[in-house]
Structure formats: C-alpha cells, structure tokens
C-alpha cells in the first residue's frame, strides 16, 4: 500500500505545480484588465492572463504525463484528461478567488494574507475537483464519484496542513532566487 502522504501529493502536484508556474510565467495583461471596483482593484495587478493560462497549461500537461504512468490515480483514460485538468485550472480559480476577496477587504497586491495566501489554491483545486467529478458521473463517464473515490478525508488533512509548510519552504526558495516579489 503506498502511504497516505505520497498519494496526496501526487494527486495534487498538478495543482501544485500550476501555483507555482504562473509566478515563472505570469507577466503582461492583467486578468481584470485594470478594472475597479468601489475604487479597488478587481483582482490587482498579480493575476495575469499569462500566469493564469501558463499556469494551468504546465499543470494539466505534467498531470497528463503523471496520469500515462498512473492513470488508475487520475480516474482512467479517458476521465484523467478531466480530472487534471480539473486540478491545474481549480488552483489557479482558487487563487484568483482569494486575490478578489483580497483586495475587498483592502489588502493590497502581494500584502500577507495568512492561511489564505498558503490554502486558495488548494481549496480551488479539492472544490473545483469535487464538483468537476459530480459532473463526470452526471454525464456517466463514471460509475461513482472519483473524488470521492481518490481522497480519503486523510489525504485531506494531510494536505491542509502540509500545503503552508510546503508552500513557505518553496516561496521563500522563490524570494531568494529573485523570481518571487515577497517571501509569501
Ligand atoms: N501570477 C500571475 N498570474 C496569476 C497568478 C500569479 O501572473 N494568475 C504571478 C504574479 O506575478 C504574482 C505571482 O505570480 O505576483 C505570485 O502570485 P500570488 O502570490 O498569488 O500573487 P500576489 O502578487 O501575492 O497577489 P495577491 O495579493 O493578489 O495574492
Ligand atoms: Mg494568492
């Protein structure tokens, strides 16, 4: 049996990995365009068409290579194709929702946000991911739920609590190395 731990993160990593490319590739047109809104910005200066699209794009492509290996871990062919990309672009949903939320209550582009700057993206992917899969089984390309099958509620805690831990190690590796504007 491969440990709790192991499974989580594998199953998650094209949402990981999708976070953390848009910081690489974002740049260039805002996704709100610049809007305001009551006189803040919409989502701000940090959510790009670039990172958004980039960002999902490198997700859902290494999810597709992780699920060629191990498809039985992303729902089967053909249903993987799905639910990774479910994955990828629910982190980067996730991360623009928080960012919206953000600047409501004031807080400025990359201003600390804790626990909400660490979990956005890992909420959109697990909510995102969730109700991908009811859709999957409405249109019966499955039997039942795969993310009820994929994610027991340990996989779960498992990653609510190590996602922050992970994200401040990499973030700040990201700081360091100057491709990242602030160490959250
Ligand atoms: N990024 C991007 N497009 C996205 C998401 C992220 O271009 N859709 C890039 C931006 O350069 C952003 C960086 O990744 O500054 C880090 O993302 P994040 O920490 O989520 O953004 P912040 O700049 O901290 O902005 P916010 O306060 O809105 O969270
Ligand atoms: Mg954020």
């Known amino acids: 049996m491969v440990p709790v731990p192991l499974e989580a993160l594998w199953i998650i990593f094209p949402a990981y990995l999708a976070n953390a ?26 959510k790009t068409w670039r990172g958004l699209l980039g960002g999902i794009g490198i997700g859902a492509v290494v999810g597709y290579l992780q699920a060629i290996v191990y498809p039985e871990y992303f729902g089967g062919y053909p249903v993987f194709l799905l639910t990774v990309f479910f994955l990828a672009a629910g982190a980067l949903i996730g991360d623009i929702t928080e960012s919206f939320f953000k600047r409501r209550i004031g807080k400025k582009r990359g201003e ?12 959109g992917a697990l909510g995102v991911a969730f109700l991908g899969s009811i859709l999957i089984e409405i249109a019966g390309l499955t039997e039942s739920n795969w993310f009820l099958d994929t994610f027991s509620l340990w996989h779960i805690l498992f990653l609510v609590f190590f996602t922050p831990l992970i994200h401040f190690i990499i973030n700040n590796i990201g700081f360091k190395a100057g491709v990242k504007e602030v160490p959250w």
């Open 21 to 46: 490319s848009a910081v690489l590739v974002g740049g260039g047109p805002p996704v709100d365009f610049g809007k305001t809104w009551k006189g803040k910005p919409l989502l701000g200066a940090g």
């Open 112 to 123: 600390k946000w804790f626990l909400a700057d660490q979990l956005d993206f890992l909420i």
